[in-house]
């Protein structure tokens, strides 16, 4: 899923909101040298952030052993993590280059090719939604996502979003317009109005 999250340029920290648990859960889950591993409902998760089925996010059978690898880190020019993996060959000799995982930082923008809505029309339709009553029941960051979708396009990135609800949610903007106390029966963030 790493390679479908950056193709659409929605940053670990993006997806991780998207997910309503730790703001690391992404990175961490992605990261080589962390045993975090995303679980079952996490994995259907994905599925359900993505729009795909099951099928695209299994990886598909690694004729080498997996067991041997080799992982150099070494920080880049803007001082993020880089981790270069090499997998045993076949024949236990030799170590062959496998794939290079960057680590961004937490506010990392990326590119993308997706339909960036400015923060002030994001905002502008969650304040909509705060009038029609849209948030008197608590909503999880996919519920809005998806309802964002309908309103801003299919294509629309959760950038902006994910900074008006966190603009909406600070008490010290003295704005705070939405609570994200409460959790679903998942452990995920949900937003009521205040």
Known sequence: ????????????WELSFMFGKTDFLVRDAENPLITRRYNI?????LL?????????V???KTEQDINHLEIISYFNEIRNNVYEIFI???KKVDYIFFKTIEVEKKYQELPTDLILSSFNEVKGYIDSLL????????KRA??????CKEQLGERFHPRNMVKVLNYYTNKKSGIAKLNKDQKDDFGRTMFKKV
């Open 1 to 12: 899923m790493r390679d479908k999250r950056l193709a659409l340029g929605i940053s670990a």
């Open 41 to 45: 409902d996490d994995t259907n998760y």
């Open 48 to 56: 359900l952030i993505f729009d795909e089925k099951l099928p695209s």
């Open 58 to 60: 299994m990886p598909p």
């Open 88 to 90: 045993r060959d076949a």
């Open 131 to 138: 009038k029609e009553d849209y948030f008197d029941e608590p």
């Open 142 to 147: 996919l519920d809005i996502f998806n309802k």
